[in-house]
């Protein structure tokens, strides 16, 4: 896999190569989030999905994608917010994500995917330190597009696998004891 690492992380400076990146911009609600286009693999419509039981509420259950059984995450929930609602805009988007140097396909429910856009590094500011609804953690920063600000995630710490597959054992554990 590869992952642009071109964009500024807290605190860090940005590199001189590669002035801008493209960015996949989809939406939450009322809120405009984007992940590196190079990490996208594909965009799907919603379908059928199998849920799978003490799964915690963010895994919204398995797609089969051409034969492969490919775990969806409802990005809202991940948040920490409500489980997302289905409307006629849903779609998933499929990409990649590493775990232990492995590539894995994951779905992210979003409310409606919006369009493919250019940030130059330099308008990608740090995480801020306050008053944003999403972990910090899980972005790797602010891009200016126009007068608006759009939350670029940093997939691999958002939906980090192994962080997940905690929360898993614990949902599970709550369930058993």
């Known amino acids: ?13 940005p590199p001189a190569a590669d002035p801008s990146a ?55 929930a991940r948040f920490g917010r409500p489980a997302a609602e289905v409307g006629k805009k849903t779609c998933i988007v499929i990409f990649d994500s590493l775990r232990q140097d492995e590539r894995v396909e994951l779905g992210l429910l979003v409310d409606a995917v919006s369009e493919v856009i250019d940030i130059a590094v330099a308008e990608i500011e740090p995480p801020p330190n306050f008053g944003t609804a999403v972990r910090r953690d899980f972005i790797r920063g602010m891009g200016k597009v ?13 939906f980090d696998l192994g962080e997940m597959a905690e929360l898993c054992e614990s949902a599970q554990e709550a369930v058993t004891a």
Not at 146 to 158: M, N, Q, W
């Open 146 to 158: 126009g007068k608006r600000f759009v939350v670029i995630l940093e997939p691999d710490k958002a």
């Open 1 to 13: 896999m590869t992952t642009d690492r071109s964009v500024p992380k807290a605190g860090g400076e």
């Open 22 to 76: 493209q960015y996949l911009t989809f939406t939450l609600g009322t809120e405009v989030f984007a992940m590196n286009i190079r990490t996208v693999r594909e965009i799907i419509q919603y379908g059928p999905m199998t849920t799978l039981p003490l799964m915690p509420d963010f895994v919204r259950g398995v797609i089969n994608l051409r034969g492969s059984v490919v775990p969806v995450i409802d990005l809202q």
